[in-house]
């Protein structure tokens, strides 16, 4: 690719460009807390006594909560504390300035919050220096002096506000107003003893960084002064925490004990560094803290640059301690300390208290929504690269995969087909035909994904940049002129997505009227969204920009990347008069961006490490609400050798968004074009993950009902089992699969962890029985993939070239016995692509159930108005002890048959061909003996 045209930048903004198009992070690019002023000031305190207290001639109760005036003993500031209960067994707690000078940035209601939560009962009690709170099974405990709060449930604390008193607000304030320190502070140990004329000189105390810093060369005006937040929180008896994604690091959050905090703050850091607490591409500040007993969970809400510390009373014992320990047989609780500091807005934390992980999972959901039930295109495969030509690349693209017998639904497009990097057009020389391009692509049943990013070329001949500028769209910089930075396309202006208006303005843009050469085969992806400035500090905008409503861009950072795929989405929808599912991939992500579509873990490398790596980031994103989440196939960057793109390959298959993706500059990769052996096992691992989308396409549904990942960590299925709480090699998909990809270059074996119960490898049904941990051999075509005893899975073994081809294709159902013979499971089947299942209850949502040897076929939502017209073709039941002498079909529009069956007694593996009954129908399959 020929590089843009670089005028007049500086050598730092050159070698940024550059170093996109070619090298590794440079890490020196983005700040450490040390550089950053408010992390320092709040990094650096120590715990000890609170300068906080609750009044307690304050206290006002209402119905569903309570205030209180907190003062600042120190300065004497006053702030509001509220403290709620709602519905559902979540806890609100928020802390603003009483008398603030200007308003403090807070999402709106409907962006992140879904809705205004609602409210539950409570109790108050109130007694000389404490106010006990009554909630659910709960008691909450606000301790006046200093202020604390603790919550209790029964003779367990599970959860202490400001325990080690690291409350910090930071109240508005003009320039000039400075704090001058007390005489005795000013003093400390300066005053040397017996030296009775020494006294303090009263000069202003104020430190630096609070007005203004700057940050390689780039200068950072704070017009508002400092304004940061900060408040600790601990989990008594908890040893591990998760969440509070997006970093390149494990599923059980590490101590930062000694070292930078972790660092929400959406930045473009490509091929990036792994085990570290960096910054990337999303900011989620949701974390929860899991044990044998219970989960729950803590949401921050707050989209400015934030960070967290971690310490954990096991991790950071030195080894001679814990030998004391051991020998003293002392063995305290666990404990897990947290700290939590953003730059601006206002404290305000939910409490998700359980106690299980499916009550934290849809406790969340019913705070920032869940990820919509995808249309299925969205959940097979997709194929894309940094860039593929012209229209005849296209088409050879899709040819080649029906010649090599490889499904796939969607073929991508990079910046390269756009008319000079302007979004929303196509290269008339390259893409002179595009309608007919999709078109044709989708009479094969496929789909077709171009990106369109928020920044938009500075042309004064392009009319949507003109527009942009006649409506006042942008961005504005410090002085209140549109902000201009640099991106692909040269000079660019970045759309103020923070404003309503210019998100209905970008929805529009989608019309095909609008968007000349789309149609509704067309989808997006919304790319350098963070928003990526190669020019601005930390490859990112100013945060002394100006957005709609006044707010700096240091406010709402980490959320305009969820508005540019809100808009994105709202955008599919709204071209199809709201009949259309949308599929919009995000790179950056905030709290709620789940309900808007997929999001990827970003520029990654061909290495071994980020294939590996990928497994726990995924999860994170999993258990924070992101549900709908991958990363590029291959890597990204560099190129992969044949037995890691092969091993990749077989590891996405089994994650939830499946997306092959490479760099501009590398070769060429493509399944043909890998030597036969690893084509052909490419091949069978992408129509392993076309029969498995019956399961998938479930597995979404329950997501969005339920607010539960699709795909788990082993501790949200097995939550008393300690040795999977730290696990992040091997997951759950649903409650069904177990999954354990290769990630280790050569490997002739891995070791897998069998919770307990009966686990059957699906391709030979050979039985492993836990809890026990077994080393499984391994060739290049295996995949350790487990069905779970007990569980019914539903599947569709006749592949098509595109998935939607096979939307009435007969069902296979993988029945693998418990110990007691049973098995459950359920289907859900709607039309695959509009919005019917929920307008108009188009839908069918069956349950499996085998027991007393048979199997039930049973409607699970009698509401469901779809009809299918799939069959069932095939039962394998596996752990069936004893072969039948007869199988017979039976149901309301069934006659009683015979059906033909194959029983192996070596591996206790029933076969059962051709029931021939509707999967919507009522039916039962009865063993006799």
């Known amino acids: 690719m020929a590089l843009p045209r670089l005028p007049f930048l500086s050598l730092t903004t050159i070698l940024v460009v550059l170093s996109h198009l070619s090298t590794a992070v440079d890490r020196s690019n983005f700040k450490t807390c040390d550089q950053s002023g408010f992390c320092k000031r709040h990094h650096n305190m120590q715990p000890g006594a609170s ?11 209402k119905e569903a909560g309570l205030t209180m005036t907190l003062l600042n003993a120190k300065d004497s500031v006053k702030f509001k504390l509220e403290v709620s209960g709602l519905s559902g067994g979540m806890v609100r707690m928020r802390i603003t300035e009483l008398e603030p000078l200007r308003p403090r940035y807070e999402p709106p209601v409907g962006d992140t919050l879904v809705s205004e939560p609602e409210l539950g009962g409570i109790t108050v009690e109130k007694k000389s220096d404490q106010v006990l709170v009554g909630y659910n099974e709960y008691q909450l405990v606000i301790q006046a002096k200093p202020f604390r709060l603790d919550i209790v449930e029964g003779n367990t604390l599970i959860l202490s506000v400001n325990s080690k008193g690291l409350l910090k607000f930071e109240h508005s ?7 001058v320190k007390k005489p005795e502070e000013q003093a400390g140990e300066e005053a040397k003893e017996g030296d009775e004329e020494t006294k303090p000189d009263p000069q202003p105390a104020e430190e630096p960084d609070l007005w203004e810093e700057s940050f390689k060369g780039h200068a950072d005006t704070k017009p508002n002064g400092p304004t940061s937040i900060g408040l600790d929180f601990a989990f008594p008896g908890f040893e591990h925490v998760y969440g509070i994604p997006e970093h390149a690091d494990s599923l059980a959050l590490k101590s930062t004990k000694g070292g930078d905090p972790y660092r929400l703050y959406n930045l473009d850091v490509f091929e990036y560094e792994l085990y570290n607490p960096m910054a990337l591409y999303g900011s989620v500040p949701l974390m929860l803290a899991h044990n044998v007993e219970r989960t729950i969970g803590l949401f921050w809400l707050n989209a400015a640059e934030t960070w967290v510390d971690i310490s954990n009373s096991k991790a950071d014992k030195s080894v001679f301690s814990k030998v004391v320990d051991f020998v003293k047989g002392d063995n305290d609780l666990p404990e897990v300390d947290t700290h939590w500091f ?27 929504g869940t990820t919509p039930l995808p ?15 012209d ?9 080649m995969f029906d010649e090599h017998d490889i499904p796939v639904d969607a073929l991508w497009l990079d910046i390269e087909h756009t008319e000079g990097k302007r979004y929303f057009t196509w290269d008339k020389t390259k893409f002179p035909h595009p309608d007919d391009m999709v078109r044709n692509i989708s009479k094969k049943g496929r789909k077709m994904v171009t990106i369109i990013d928020p920044h938009i070329k500075r042309d004064d001949g392009w009319e949507l940049h003109k527009e942009a500028q006649s409506k006042a769209l942008y961005v504005k910089n410090k002085d209140g002129n549109e902000y201009d930075g640099w991106c692909w396309p040269g000079s660019s202006s970045y759309l103020d997505f923070v404003d309503p208006s210019v998100r209905e303005w970008w929805a529009d843009r989608f019309n095909p009227t609008l968007y000349e050469g789309s149609n509704y085969h067309l989808f997006t992806w919304n790319d350098m969204n963070e928003p990526s400035v190669f020019n601005g500090p930390e490859v990112t905008m100013y945060k002394d920009n100006k957005h709609f409503g006044g707010w700096e861009h240091r406010d709402v950072h980490n959320i305009y990347g969820l508005y540019v795929q809100m808009s994105s989405a709202l955008g599919l929808i709204k071209r199809s008069d709201n009949n259309e599912r949308p599929f919009v991939l995000s790179r950056a992500v905030f709290a709620g961006s789940q309900r808007w579509g997929a999001i990827w873990t970003g520029d990654n490398t061909a290495e071994w490490s ?31 050798d044949n037995e890691l793109l092969t091993r990749w390959y077989q590891a996405a298959a089994y994650q939830p968004f499946f997306r092959a993706h490479a760099h501009v500059d590398t070769r060429r990769r493509e399944p043909w074009l890998l030597p036969t052996e690893n084509k052909q096992i490419i091949r069978s691992a992408i129509r392993a993950r076309y029969s498995l989308l019956p399961f998938w396409y479930t597995l979404f549904y329950q997501g969005e009902t339920s607010g539960s990942p699709v795909m788990r960590p082993l501790w949200v299925v097995f939550p008393k089992d300690a040795a999977t709480f730290a696990m992040d090699d091997q997951y759950m998909l649903g409650n069904a699969l177990l999954v354990h990809p290769v990630t280790e270059s050569g490997a002739t074996s891995v070791s897998v962890y069998f919770p307990e119960g009966i686990w059957y490898d699906i391709d030979n049904y050979k039985r492993f029985v836990g809890p026990k941990t077994e080393s499984i051999p391994v060739t290049l075509s295996k995949t350790p ?3 779970r005893g007990g569980a019914v899975i539903p599947r569709k073994e006749r592949i098509r070239r595109a998935a939607n081809l096979g939307r009435y294709d007969p069902y296979t159902l993988i029945v693998c016995l418990d110990k007691d013979g049973t098995a ?10 509009t919005f019917r299942y929920k307008k108009r209850e188009e839908f069918i949502h069956r349950a499996f159930l085998f027991r007393d040897n048979k199997l039930e076929n049973k409607n699970v939502d009698m509401n469901g108005k779809y009809t299918t017209k799939s069959s069932l073709e095939r039962v394998v039941i596996a752990g069936l002890k004893k072969k039948p002498t007869k199988v017979e079909v039976s149901g309301i529009f069934y006659k009683a048959r015979a059906l033909d069956f194959s029983y192996s007694g070596e591996k206790y593996l029933l076969v059962i061909r051709l029931p021939m009954v509707n999967i919507g129908d009522d039916w039962t399959i009865a063993l006799e003996y």
């Open 342 to 368: 953003s730059e601006s807005g206002i404290i305000d934390v939910f409490f998700l208290l359980g106690p299980y992980p499916d009550s934290v999972f849809n406790q969340y959901g019913s705070l920032t």
């Open 51 to 61: 300068a906080y207290e609750a009044l307690m001639d304050t206290l006002d109760i």
């Open 610 to 640: 980020h294939l590996k790596i990928s497994v726990p980031m995924i999860l994170s994103l999993s258990v924070t609400g992101i549900s709908f989440s991958g990363a590029d196939v291959g890597g990204f960057f560099r190129n992969p």
């Open 824 to 833: 459950y499971g359920d289907l859900y089947i709607d039309d695959y692509h």
């Open 391 to 399: 229209e005849e690349d296209i088409k050879r693209l899709d040819a």
């Open 375 to 389: 249309p299925l295109f969205a959940i097979a495969y997709h194929q894309s690269r940094w860039n593929y030509n």
């Open 785 to 787: 993939v487990f069905q």
């Open 173 to 179: 304030r003009n320039k000039g107003d400075v704090e």
